[in-house]
T-cell receptor, first 113, second 112 residues
Framework: EAGVAQSPRYKIIEKRQSVAFWCNPI?????LYWYQQILGQGPKLLIQ????????DSQLPKDRFSAERLKGVDSTLKIQPAKLEDSAVYLC???????????FGPGTRLTVT | GQQLNQSPQSMFIQEGEDVSMNCTSS?????WLWYKQEPGEGPVLLIA?????ELTSNGRLTAQFGITRKDSFLNISASIPSDVGIYFC????FGGGFKTIFGAGTRLFVKA
C-alpha cells in the first residue's frame, strides 16, 4: 500500500514570495490533515479535511495560508506571502474516517530567507 | 487551549538500558497515541490507546493510558541504537470530529 505522498521535499523562498505544497493521501482515507512542525516542536494542526469539507481550520493563519481539497482526494496548501517565521516542515497526514491513527507523509521542509 | 506536557525533553542512554517517558495534560482525552519521528521523515505510529487503564505492547515498547485520562507513558525495554529518534505523544478528543494535539517530543539518544 502506497503511503502519503508529498512534494516538493524541500523549498527555499524569499520572504513575501508565494509557495504551494501538494499532498496525496493514502487511497480510501477520507480525512486529511496539514501540520506545521517548527524545529524542536511537535506538529501543530493547521487544517483538517473530511472528504472535501473543512472540519477544523482554527489554527490556520487565514490572512496568508489557504488550503483546498477540491475532489476529496489530494490537497494543496499555499502560503502567500511567506514570512520568515513560516520556516518549518509542513506535514500532511491522512486517516480513515472516524479513526484517530494518522499516517504521515515525509514532509516538505520550507526555508524562508 | 489544550496542551500536552511531555518529559523528559531528551534522554542520553546506553544500549541495553530501559527508557521511560510520559505525557500529562490538564485536559481529558479519548485516545492517546505514541509516534516516533526520524530525521527527514514524518512521524510513524507506534501504539494507540483507547481506554483508561489500557496497557498495550508492541515488541519492546509498552504504553499505558492513565486512569484519569489525562496522562500516558511509554516504556522502551532493552534499547538498541535504532531506537534513536524523537518520540511524540498525542492526545485525541472528540468535539465535532476528533481533534489531536501533539506534545513537544522526547529526543532519545542511544550510545552503543
Amino acid at each position: 500500500e502506497a503511503g502519503v505522498a508529498q512534494s516538493p521535499r524541500y523549498k527555499i523562498i524569499e520572504k513575501r514570495q508565494s509557495v504551494a505544497f501538494w499532498c496525496n493521501p493514502i487511497s480510501g482515507h477520507a480525512t486529511l490533515y496539514w501540520y506545521q512542525q517548527i524545529l524542536g516542536q511537535g506538529p501543530k494542526l493547521l487544517i483538517q479535511f473530511q472528504n472535501n469539507g473543512v472540519v477544523d481550520d482554527s489554527q490556520l493563519p487565514k490572512d496568508r495560508f489557504s488550503a483546498e481539497r477540491l475532489k476529496g482526494v489530494d490537497s494543496t496548501l499555499k502560503i502567500q506571502p511567506a514570512k520568515l517565521e513560516d520556516s518549518a516542515v509542513y506535514l500532511c497526514a491522512s486517516s480513515l474516517e472516524g479513526m484517530q491513527q494518522q499516517y504521515f507523509g515525509p514532509g516538505t521542509r520550507l526555508t524562508v530567507t | 487551549g489544550q496542551q500536552l506536557n511531555q518529559s523528559p525533553q531528551s534522554m542520553f542512554i546506553q544500549e541495553g538500558e530501559d527508557v521511560s517517558m510520559n505525557c500529562t495534560s490538564s485536559s481529558i482525552f479519548n485516545t492517546w497515541l505514541w509516534y516516533k519521528q526520524e530525521p527527514g521523515e514524518g512521524p510513524v505510529l507506534l501504539i494507540a490507546l483507547y481506554k483508561a487503564g489500557e496497557l498495550t505492547s508492541n515488541g519492546r515498547l509498552t504504553a499505558q493510558f492513565g486512569i484519569t485520562r489525562k496522562d500516558s507513558f511509554l516504556n522502551i525495554s532493552a534499547s538498541i541504537p535504532s531506537d534513536v529518534g524523537i518520540y511524540f505523544c498525542a492526545g485525541a478528543s472528540f468535539g465535532g470530529g476528533f481533534k489531536t494535539i501533539f506534545g513537544a517530543g522526547t529526543r532519545l539518544f542511544v550510545k552503543a
